[in-house]
T-cell receptor
Framework: AQSVTQLGSHVSVSEGALVLLRCNYS??????LFWYVQYPNQGLQLLLK??????LVKGINGFEAEFKKSETSFHLTKPSAHMSDAAEYFC???????????FGKGTKLSVKP | GAVVSQHPSRVICKSGTSVKIECRSL??????MFWYRQFPKQSLMLMAT?????????EQGVEKDKFLINHASLTLSTLTVTSAHPEDSSFYIC?????????????FGEGSRLTVL
């Protein structure tokens, strides 16, 4: 069975500081991994995804994530936080391209001026 | 890019009434759509998988007679909350997978906030 663990339900950073949101997964097969962002009262927007190939993936809004198989991790980073990055972030895993997405519990990112 | 649209975005209804939420894929065909429920400050809970032309597959603990799902075409799935009660108040989100794309990601609607008085 697949699962996703997001460490830290709430992360607070200062504007301009590094953003690091942690995600660990478990999967019995090579995983497809995703990061989504959700703004209040809105649906989810895909930030980036890893399927195969290059383990460092770049997404929208300056975010990137690195797939580390040995650590079963897919942490999300951004070098410099903006106020507009404040939102809820969800990590998700699926078994291949047609499997259900299993979501982590989410991490709320706050950005202080 | 692919877009999924949900309607209505907000609905308030009286207890005992039924509410229908529509989910449309605007520029792609989606043989499979998913319905999620999200409680405040929590993650998404998969309710059911909607397959075009066949019965939906419900997750354990989700009442299929309570939450009716119809996927009549490749671009439209509907969720009807029947005889709604205050405990059904929640944020409902649909998503769809682009049938011809093999990249796995889901495209999400904007969500529908249901408040049952």
């Amino acid at each position: 069975a697949q699962s996703v663990t997001q460490l830290g339900s709430h992360v607070s950073v200062s504007e301009g500081a590094l953003v690091l949101l942690r995600c660990n997964y478990s999967s019995s097969v090579p995983p497809y991994l995703f990061w989504y962002v959700q703004y209040p009262n809105q649906g989810l927007q895909l930030l980036l995804k890893y399927t195969t190939g290059a383990t460092l993936v770049k997404g929208i809004n300056g975010f990137e994530a690195e797939f580390k198989k040995s650590e079963t991790s897919f942490h999300l980073t951004k070098p410099s936080a903006h106020m507009s990055d404040a939102a809820e972030y969800f990590c998700a895993v699926s078994e291949g391209s047609q499997g259900n997405l299993i979501f982590g519990k989410g991490t709320k990112l706050s950005v202080k001026p | 890019g692919a877009v999924v649209s949900q309607h209505p975005s907000r609905v308030i209804c009286k207890s005992g009434t039924s509410v229908k939420i529509e989910c449309r894929s605007l520029d792609f065909q989606a043989t499979t759509m998913f319905w999620y429920r999200q409680f405040p400050k929590q993650s998404l809970m998969l309710m059911a998988t909607s397959n075009e032309g066949s019965k939906a597959t419900y997750e354990q603990g989700v009442e299929k007679d309570k939450f009716l799902i119809n996927h009549a075409s490749l671009t439209l799935s509907t969720l009807t909350v029947t005889s709604a009660h205050p405990e059904d108040s929640s944020f409902y989100i649909c998503s769809a997978r682009f049938s011809r794309r093999n990249t796995g990601e889901l495209f999400f609607g904007e969500g529908s906030r249901l408040t049952v008085l």
